[in-house]
T-cell receptor, first 116, second 109 residues
Framework: SAVISQKPSRDICQRGTSLTIQCQVD?????MFWYRQQPGQSLTLIAT?????????ESGFVIDKFPISRPNLTFSTLTVSNMSPEDSSIYLC?????????????FGPGTRLTVL | DAKTTQPTSMDCAEGRAANLPCNHS???????VYWYRQIHSQGPQYIIHGLKNNETNEMASLIITEDRKSSTLILPHATLRDTAVYYC??????????FGTGTSLTVIP
């Protein structure tokens, strides 16, 4: 299994500002993922972040709004840019333990973001 | 990835088996069935996954029908701590997970 930490655990931000969320894994992994969970909703995949390549974004999510970095095999960041109250959500990162071979995914504890 | 459908909510008496169904009628041959649960907006917790055969681990059992169009997660002796939202996901690589609405399980004392 993989142990994943996220920083910050929660934050309250003003409209129009940006927040960078960090995701740290205790082992090297090829694939990392970012999800959003809006209040009372299920999880929605934002993007896939592989080390050494550009992140792949899902429909409805764009790089200008959610830039992602993946500088090495244990770390990734997600920035929520020019925030509005609609961005208030829990943001979660996850990792694939098997390198895409049908293994389980492990999730971080999430970052709870409130935008005023 | 295949779309899954689950009942919105279920109740189960403490100590009894909880049987959570999932329909994935459009699943393809190389797609696994994964089960996760989420307690109080924490990060989802992995429970079990399988491809064709039934699987069992220390947490639960997964029963997949022969045609693979549906599956059932079984928690053999539900406790109050099993109260959570349970998600069934079909994915062909174990990578991108597309979550449905899940089943909110309430274990009743």
């Amino acid at each position: 299994s993989a142990v994943i930490s996220q920083k910050p655990s929660r934050d309250i931000c003003q409209r129009g500002t940006s927040l960078t969320i960090q995701c740290q894994v205790d082992s090297q992994v090829t694939m990392m993922f970012w999800y959003r969970q809006q209040p009372g909703q299920s999880l929605t995949l934002i993007a896939t972040a592989n080390q050494g390549s550009e992140a792949t974004y899902e429909s409805g999510f764009v790089i200008d709004k959610f830039p992602i970095s993946r500088p090495n095999l244990t770390f990734s960041t997600l920035t929520v840019s020019n925030m509005s109250p609609e961005d208030s959500s829990i943001y979660l990162c996850s990792v694939d333990s098997s390198g895409g071979l049908g293994g389980e995914q492990f999730f971080g504890p999430g970052t709870r973001l409130t935008v005023l | 990835d295949a779309k899954t459908t689950q009942p919105t909510s279920m109740d189960c008496a403490e100590g009894r088996a909880a049987n959570l169904p999932c329909n994935h009628s459009t699943i393809s041959g190389n797609e696994y069935v994964y089960w996760y649960r989420q307690i109080h907006s924490q990060g989802p917790q992995y429970i079990i996954h399988g491809l064709k055969n039934n699987e069992t681990n220390e947490m639960a059992s997964l029963i997949i029908t022969e045609d693979r169009k549906s599956s059932t997660l079984i928690l053999p002796h539900a406790t109050l701590r099993d109260t959570a939202v349970y998600y069934c996901i079909a994915s062909n690589t174990g990578n991108q997970f597309y979550f449905g609405t899940g089943t909110s399980l309430t274990v009743i004392p």
